[in-house]
């Protein structure tokens, strides 16, 4: 069964920046989506198992980056510039096996981002 972490949440202000980090059991496809109250829960970025692939959502793409630490099992979000429309609980997803979709998640952090 896969087990997602995620950590790094908090308030900051705008024009700040922020890490999450999500520590799986294992080495998985990965991603993180975000949710803002009231709205639908929106894809943020991806990375590969390999590491070789990522992809980000127009919104975020300059500002967030995503790495992979291969030896820990996690996966990290880089987030500067945050701007008040970045608030959310940021979830961290996980392909597991030979799943085509995110089928494992993790408790979400909450990013609070005031202007």
């Known amino acids: 069964q896969v087990q997602l972490v995620e950590s790094g949440g908090g308030l900051v202000q705008a024009g700040g920046s922020l890490r999450l980090s999500c520590a799986a059991s294992g080495r998985y496809t990965t991603g993180w989506f975000r949710q803002a109250p009231g709205k639908e829960r929106e894809f943020v970025a991806d990375i590969s198992l390999s590491g070789a692939r990522l992809s980000y959502a127009d919104s975020v793409k300059g500002r967030f980056t995503l790495s992979r630490d291969s030896r820990k099992n996690t996966v990290y979000l880089q987030m500067n510039s945050l701007k008040s429309e970045d608030t959310a609980v940021y979830y961290c997803?996980?392909?597991?096996?030979?799943?085509?979709?995110?089928?494992?998640w993790g408790q979400g952090t909450q990013v609070t981002v005031s202007s």
């Open positions: 997803a996980a392909k597991s096996g030979a799943s085509t979709a995110y089928d494992s």
